[in-house]
């Protein structure tokens, strides 16, 4: 990789030097990489050189990485990306019962959506290798949009994803009101939207699709929601509602069996519907291996085949 007038980059020196970046640590790198740490140091001392500019500073036994680091770690990132599709697309021009597929999905769907199409995936391609995430929807799309996932699976809006990307409906999640039995809504046939304004709901984070729809369909009443509480999971957030702190909006597929046993009851919201779309998602400048194709493609016929959400 040509630098300057004479200057050219060693790929290898980039990859020890993104695999430091990713662990902000010497000692850790070199374990992976399988070599000593002065070796790793001295070829991190060799790109600076070649380069001109430093990479990286230490803070304690720390590194973190200067803005020259940032700036070439983003495209180091992008490079080896850009390799590892190449060499998916070579291998898959064979067939889709081989590669490797890197996808991420929602919490939510991660839970109770993917499992049962992942064991059939398996079934049918045993010998494709599966690396999946659970993110939540914001982490999923600046993953892809990063180069590092192939694509996923994120509930929320599509028309407010950047354009970069690629969206495509295939279900939609029903999101309900639950409360402990005991709650002191209990007994009410609706709840008007004003009633959930400040303090009532245990709500998962910022950047989870949920929460924005949620936040979304509410303000559509002038209602804007203060959390009671924030949690990042949502089994964490069901416990907190079956123990009678405050009450949720959740996937109904979260709550069925908590339903069905009476640690929950659900209530409907006065004139609110809530329908979280779930979206497959990927860069529309990424191209798929035969692998990738093959499990988008199960996604698709399973969801018109049955009933998922």
Not at 78 to 87: C, D, I, K, P
Not at 98 to 124: C, D, K, Q
Not at 247 to 261: G, P, Y
Request: include cysteine; charged fraction near 25%.
């Amino acid at each position: 990789m040509k630098l300057s007038v004479g200057v050219y980059m060693n790929l290898y020196h980039l990859r020890v030097f993104l695999k430091v970046a990713e662990h902000e640590h010497i000692t850790r790198a070199s374990e992976e990489l399988v070599l000593s740490q002065p070796a790793v140091t001295k070829i991190i001392q060799s790109l600076e050189h070649e380069i001109g500019m430093e990479l990286v500073e230490r803070q304690g036994r720390r590194i973190v990485l200067t803005y020259t680091g940032r700036v070439l770690y983003s495209y180091a990132r992008r490079l080896f990306a850009l390799e590892r599709e190449m060499e998916e697309a070579l291998a898959n021009l064979r067939d889709a019962d081989a590669g490797e597929i890197t996808l991420a999905a929602n919490r939510t769907t991660g839970v109770y959506l993917l499992p049962s199409i992942v064991a059939r995936f398996r079934r049918r391609y045993p010998h494709v290798h599966l690396h999946v995430n659970i993110l939540n929807s914001h982490e999923i799309v600046e993953a892809i949009l990063n180069w590092e996932m192939d694509f996923g699976l994120v509930e929320g809006d599509p028309a407010l994803l950047p354009p970069e990307l690629h969206a495509e409906i295939f279900t939609y999640d029903e999101l309900i009101l639950v409360v402990n039995p005991d709650h002191h809504w209990q007994g009410l046939e609706t709840l008007e939207p004003e009633s959930l304004r400040n303090g009532e709901l245990v709500l998962r984070e910022q950047g989870s699709g949920i929460r924005e729809v949620v936040e979304h369909a509410l303000l559509q009443h002038r209602v804007k929601v203060e959390p009671l509480l924030v949690l990042p999971d949502n089994e964490a957030i069901k416990q907190m509602v079956i123990n009678g702190v405050g009450a949720s909006i959740l996937s109904a597929s979260a709550v069925q069996r908590e339903l069905a046993v009476g640690d929950l009851m659900r209530i409907p919201i006065t004139g609110v519907e809530l329908r979280a779309p779930i979206s497959l998602v990927q860069r529309v400048d990424k191209q798929l291996s035969r692998a990738a194709l093959a499990f988008c493609e199960m996604l698709r016929l399973i969801n018109e085949s049955e009933q998922i959400v």
